[in-house]
Each structure stands twice: as C-alpha cells, then as structure tokens.
C-alpha cells in the first residue's frame, strides 16, 4: 500500500471537463511540446482538450478554430519550433464585444478549462476575461445566445498560464518556454562569427532581441565571454564609450584577434536614450580605426527547432497546468505555472504581472538596482557573475593575496568545463590568488605538469568542447606520495576539481590521506561536470545539457528518416554507464515510447507489453517508434536483444533499425545552459575557496582539516549548496556510480504517460499554490 500522505494521479479525474489550449503573443520554441503535454495529459486524464488556433483571434472568432483535439493530432509536434496551433495578435479580445463572443463560443463547446501559453500581455487578458466570466454570461443569458442552465453549468472559467517568450522577461520563473532555444541561435551565430572575426582581426557588434529585458543580451555575453554588454537594467555610467574603447584596445594589445560586443535592443543610457548598434559602430571605428561590423538577430533568434531544455521544460509545465486545473476551485486565483531552480512551482498570475510590471515602472524611474533585484535570483546571479568576470583589475590594483590555487579536470571530458576553468581563473586572479593550472588530472599533478595561469591563457575558452586542460580517469590514491610532493613543491593552497563521478571519488581519497599528508589539508572544492549526471549531490552535472541535445538532435533525424517509409521502430543505445538520466530525459525530450534503465528493472513481461504497445500505435496514423536504452541497463537484455525481440515479435507490422549513439554524446560545443552553468558555479566556487583560505590561515599558513573544507558545489532543488563530500558518502551507491536517490526518476512517469502508458504518478509534490517573494524598496539595502 502507498502511504496516505501521497497523493496519485489515479485519484484526479477529467471525466466531464473540458479543456481549452492556445498560444497566444509572440511565438516561442518549445510552444508545441506545452501544447502536446496538455493535450496527451487531458486525454489521459478522461478530460476533452480543444485547440484554439490563431489565439485569442481564433476564440473570438470561433468556427473552425476550435477543434477537438486527439491524441495523434500532437504527434511529431515536439521538434517543432513556433507554434503548429498558430499565434496572433488580437485587438477583438481587448473589447468587452469580443470577449462576449470568445465566452459564447466556448460555453458552446462546453469548455471552461482554459490553458494559456504566451508573454505576460496574453496572460493579463486570460485574467481579466476570468474576472469578467460571470457577467459575460448573464449578458448571453439576456441576450437569449444561451440558457441559464448553460449558464450555471459553466458559471466558472479556470485558468493555468504558462509562460512563452524568448525574452525570459516575466517575473516568478527562473525560464520561459522558448528562452534556451533562443540562446541556441545566438550562440551558433557567435560561434560562427568568432572564426570569420579572428582570420580578419575585427570587432562585431550583435544586436539580440529584449525590448525591455536584457536576459538573452546578459546571458549570451556570459556564454560566449564577450567584451562587453549593454542592456537596459544595467545603463553604463557616463564616460562608458572611453571605458568600452579603452578596454577593446586593452584585449587587442594582449593578442586577442576580435572583439565582441553585444546589445539588447532595448539598451539605453543613464539618461533613457536608447544605445543602437550603429552608434556603438561609429564609436570604435572614430576613436580605435578598428574595422567593425554590425550584426542584427532579429527574428533568426525565435526559429529553429526547441533546445533539449525547452522541451524538458515545456513538457513539465503542460502536464503541471493540467493538474492546476484539475485541482482549480471556483476560489482558486488563476495561476501561472513557473520553474524555480530545478521545480515547478504555481504561482499566482496576477502577483506575477504585477511584479513584471513593477520592473519596468523601476527602471522608467531609474531605480535600475531594484528593477534587477525584481527581475529575480536568477538574472541577478548572470548579472554579479558577468560583473565578476568582465573587469579585469591592473595588477597595481589586485588585492595580492600570496594564496596559490589550482585547477584540475578529472575523469572524462564533459562540454563546459572549459568555460568552468576560465571563470574560475579569472575570479581567482580578481580575488588576488595566484592560479595553476594541471594537465591531465592527478596523473599530470604526480609528475609535475602544473604551471602558473594568467588571464589572458583562457581567452576563448567558453566555447570550446572537451578538456583543453586534458583530463584523466586515474585517481589520487596510487600517486598520493608525489601529488603531497607537488603540493609542496608549488606551495599549493586549494583545489579546486572539475570532474564526474572520479572526482568526487578523488577528493574522497584526498580527505582520508589528510592525516597522513598534512599538504592536503587545505581547502578543496569539487564541481560536478558529467555527461552521465550521476554524481551525488547535485541534481544537474556541467555537460548533462549539451548531451542531451546531441542524443535528441540525433534521435530527430532518425525518426524523420522513417517519414514516409513503412512502419518502423528505432531501437537507440545511449551513454551513462548505470545511470538512466540520459536515456529517461532525452526520451522525454525526443518523444520516446519507453526507455530502459538500471535503476528501474524490467522483464522479458514488460519488453513484450512495450512491443504489443507499440504494435497498437502502429494501426493508427502514427507509423514510427523510439526506443531508447541505457547502455547498462541490463546484462543479458543487451541493445542487440532488444532490438531481436522487437524485431520478431514486431513481424509483419512494423521493421526495426539500432543506433547505438556512442562519444557523438560528448557533444561538440557546449550549450549555452553547460557554459554558462559552468561559468557560475566555478565563480561562486572560487569565492568559496577564497573565504576558506582566510578562515583556515593561522600563523602565516593554511591548514583546513575539517570536513566542511572539502565539498561539492551542487544544484538541489532550488539552490546551490556546498556539501561536505564526506558527508555524501552515504548517498551514494559506489558499486554501480551513481546516487541513492534521483530526482529526475520522478519524471518517468511523465514519459510514459505522454507516451500513453497507464502509469502511477506521485503528484504531492506539485499543487500548493505559493506566493511570489516582493521585494520593496526599503529592503533592497540591507541585502
């Protein structure tokens, strides 16, 4: 029996209610997989779901906009990027006349369910029609349009939000749909620009979209380590241009061949004027002669197909709005369905456009430090990070401290642990620290292949794949001798470890060592970089993300190859070792049947019901099949056994192809979520180290011996936390690498229920509304 304080999908039922989905505003990637989740969760559920095309244009038009929608009507929708339901703008919806017709049209239909994707304009009209709901109807009623029974029947409207704009401008989530996808594109087009700029020597100068929100601006300088940002909560204070021209020069004259500046549309200065791109232009041309170029986004920034992330992301709230409905009184405010670190929360809607609203009224009145404490931990975080790493001090300025760090990468390669080192690097020196660098992890640290590290050393670094410090899997334990050697020989007084599931084991090994060598009691701090993700401690690895777009990039192309060919299934093996996150998540992502994992065993039963599933499947109009599996998953259930089984049983309906993904997984350059991941915690680390240091210096040396000197920076929940890596001991199976207890576990059910799986699903997790933290003027000076 499951204990009573869980609560269970089974128990919440739709029978009998209608739901209502539409995308409303400026379009957004990830908006179909939102679409797809809330359709395939209200069917599941028992409940009717009806599209609404062309947005609120189409609800008050009513006809053909609104349809019943079914389970097949969202396949191969999750690839998509836009909106397949259409968006619009709406000048009808804003008069009390359309908003009389838009509530007839779905009385008719019985709907009273509404789901709304879009920017925080869409949402205030959702609001506001909920508010009106009740006399729209009793004029129908006057009016003879409907019955006053119609009108009892339906006398509620519930309403879940669900935010989509690339801009990630709508205050109470950490992300909106669409905002991952659109760093994508702005990041490639970087990346793409960097290698014309360096054979040329020239400064780019790229306008990225956020009219009133310079997120996508701040991010992007994060993640491709620009030389400079403008955006509109941050106006440069008088006298930028020479300070902006004084440090392009600086960089060229350390041998650094381009420059790149980027800039929020709605950049302005201390005075409200706007800051354009052609002005920037003008500006190094008259006073460095350097040749510059002007590049212009624009819409290329809303295309292309949703990130890994966004479909993650839009899938978890589509099915949380669902449940938000199921669950809506008629007392119940209508909410917005946010992510707050690493949950979904519900939030009230009304809380949240007020405090967006606040931001804007903020920064009108050039109060620019509250409007960035409004906008939320998240920008805040980008923005103190960006300040960190962005002014680089002359040494006469440097707070000389006479510690020395170093920097190791242990285990193999993950995408980000490049921008990782050089953000730590950086905010080491900041911090006064003098920095080294090892080669090859501990097996470079016992024969000496360490060297001092400078500024300069790590230009560039953030978008490039793998270890250019070279990484090993070898552990400390064998070469403890000369690593206490190497210790003392450079007076090294941290470590800090950029690894997976070896370095957590090898700080574990160092720790012990510590009564046996008094070199290693000094502070060490470990980040966890693993496309695996199976280190304890954190619920997300630097490099998981980039994987997850390599494995779901792959899994696209694969299904589109079955278009048009005869029924197939594709059986796809996937990295990480005991770990099922990769094959879990990014069969969430890429729209997988099912996916067969250690941590969940299965029999020859539950293969049989998946092909007998999947058989069914094929008599409808959707003609393909995705299966993915762990590469550990089982022993004698190997890929090629699978794929047999499916290929026999499966005789007759559909054919089967295996694919077995390989190091492609590593992933090329790293996301935008890895590098800039990467970037913040190595700086929030190196700060960490830092106060260690002063708290363990006594008598002209360091000496740390405690436990809280030798942690994990991890993602839990909500917040990162700093853990003593002894103390994670316990949470951690040794024997198959991996954690006790995993979080993302929790979304396997999502899978199978959008995969149309009957399936338990614990929901005590989600629900309780709460309420969006405000912040008013008076407290912003005591944080």
Same mark, same amino acid.
């Given at each position: ?18 739901? &209502? ?71 009808? =919806? ?13 009385? /008719? ?32 009623? #006057?009016?003879? #349009? ?10 509620? @409207? ?19 749909? +669409? ?24 400064? =780019? ?33 008088? &006298? ?48 460095? +002669? ?13 295309? &292309? ?60 009145? !050039? ?13 805040? %975080? ?26 190791? %990468? ?38 000496? /292949? ?5 500024? *300069?050393?790590? *230009?560039?670094?953030? &978008? ?7 990484? !090993? ?12 050697? /190497? ?42 970089? $693993?496309?695996?993700? %199976? ?84 008599? $409808? ?22 794929? #047999? ?20 997984? #590593? ?5 935008? =979520? ?16 830092? !106060? ?21 920076? +991890? ?11 002894? /103390? ?29 799986? !009957? ?9 309780? @509304? ?14």
């Amino acid at each position: 029996m499951m204990p009573d304080s869980k609560k269970f999908i089974e128990n919440l039922s739709g029978a009998g209610k209608c739901i &209502g989905v539409l995308t409303s505003g400026g379009d957004a990637q990830g908006m179909n997989a939102a679409v797809r989740a809330v359709v395939r969760m209200g069917i599941y559920v028992g409940a009717k779901v009806y599209f609404i095309h062309e947005g609120y244009q189409g609800m008050v038009d009513g006809g053909d906009n609104i349809k019943e929608a079914s389970w097949e009507s969202v396949s191969s929708m999750l690839q998509v990027g836009g909106t397949v339901i259409g968006s619009a703008r709406c000048k009808d =919806f804003r008069t009390h006349e359309g908003r009389l017709r838009a509530a007839l049209n779905l009385v /008719q239909r019985g709907i009273t369910n509404l789901c709304v994707i879009g920017g925080d304009g869409s949402l205030t009209g959702a609001n506001l029609f909920r508010e009106e709901w009740s006399g729209l109807l009793d004029e129908l009623v #006057q009016s003879g #349009q409907i019955s006053e029974e119609a009108a009892l029947t339906h006398s509620a @409207l519930h309403i879940v939000g669900m935010v989509g704009s690339i801009d990630n401008d709508f205050c109470g989530t950490d992300m909106t749909i +669409g905002t991952d996808s659109a760093l994508h594109r702005i990041i490639e087009v970087v990346d793409a620009i960097m290698t014309t700029a360096q054979s040329h020597q020239r400064t =780019f100068v790229l306008e990225v979209m956020g009219r009133h929100c310079g997120y996508l601006a701040l991010v992007s300088a994060l993640a491709c380590g620009a030389d400079w940002v403008l955006i509109p909560e941050m106006p440069p204070k008088d &006298g930028w241009e020479e300070q902006m021209c004084h440090k392009l020069s600086e960089n060229r004259a350390d041998k650094k061949r381009l420059n790149i500046i980027i800039v929020a549309e709605g950049a302005i200065d201390q005075n409200n004027k706007s800051i354009t791109t052609e002005l920037i232009k003008d500006l190094v041309v008259r006073c460095l +002669g350097f040749d510059t170029r002007v590049t212009i986004l624009g819409h290329v920034q809303r295309g &292309g197909t949703p990130s890994a992330f966004d479909r993650i992301l839009a899938s978890r709230m589509g099915v949380e709005a669902v449940l938000a409905l199921l669950e809506a009184s008629p007392g119940t405010p209508a909410c917005v369905v946010s992510l707050c670190g690493n949950q979904a929360v519900r939030l009230p809607l009304m809380e949240c456009v007020q405090m967006t609203q606040e931001v804007q009224k903020a920064m009108d009145e !050039k109060r620019f430090e509250e409007a960035v404490k409004l906008r939320g931990r998240s920008f805040e %975080n980008n923005l103190n990070t960006y300040k960190l790493l962005s002014h680089r001090k002359m040494d006469a300025e440097h707070p000389h401290s006479s510690f020395n760090v170093a920097v190791l %990468n242990v285990g193999a390669p993950a995408a980000g642990m490049n921008a990782a080192v050089r953000s730590a690097i950086r905010v080491g020196i900041t911090e006064g620290h003098t920095m080294f660098a090892v080669n090859d992890g501990f097996e470079g640290f016992s024969k000496g /292949q360490i060297k001092e590290i400078k500024w *300069g050393d790590v *230009g560039g670094w953030t &978008g490039q794949g793998g270890s250019l410090l070279g990484t !090993k899997r070898t552990l400390p334990a064998k070469h403890t001798d000369k690593i206490a050697e /190497q210790m003392k020989i450079h007076n090294i007084n941290a470590l800090l470890v950029i690894g997976g599931f070896e370095a957590f084991e090898s700080l574990l090994q160092l720790v012990d060592a510590r009564s046996r060598y008094e070199e290693f009691c000094v502070p060490m701090c470990m980040l966890p970089a $693993t496309i695996s993700n %199976n280190v304890s401690g954190t619920d997300l690895s630097i490099g998981a993300d980039t994987s997850l777009n390599a494995i779901v990039e792959t899994c696209d192309r694969i299904k589109q190859s079955a278009s048009g060919t005869k029924r197939r299934v594709f059986i796809i093996e996937t990295m990480g070792g005991y770990c099922g996150y990769l094959a879990t998540v990014g069969g969430l992502a890429a729209g997988a049947d099912a996916a067969y994992i250690y941590e969940e065993p299965f029999d020859i039963r539950d293969l049989q019901s998946n092909v007998e599933h999947l058989t069914e499947k094929m008599k $409808t109009s959707i003609q393909r099949g995705l299966v993915l599996r762990n590469e550990n998953c089982s022993e004698n259930y190997t890929t090629d056994f699978i794929y #047999q089984l499916y290929s026999e049983e499966g005789k007759g309906v559909f054919d089967c192809r295996k694919n077995v993904l390989g190091h492609m997984q #590593q992933g090329g350059a790293p996301s935008p =979520f890895d590098r800039n991941f990467g970037t913040k915690i190595a700086a929030k680390a190196m700060q960490w180290i830092s !106060k260690k240091l002063k708290e363990f210096y006594r008598e002209g040396r360091v000496f740390a011996n405690s436990e809280d000197s030798a942690c994990l920076l +991890g993602m839990r929940r909500r917040a990162l936390v700093f853990q003593p890596v002894v /103390q994670l001991k316990d949470e951690t199976d040794f024997v198959h690498r991996i954690p006790k207890e995993q979080w993302w576990l929790r979304l396997r059910p999502l899978m199978k229920i959008l995969a149309k799986y !009957k399936t338990s699903y614990d929901v005590s997790d989600s629900g309780q @509304l709460e309420h969006i933290v405000r912040l008013r003027a008076k407290d912003i000076s005591a944080i």
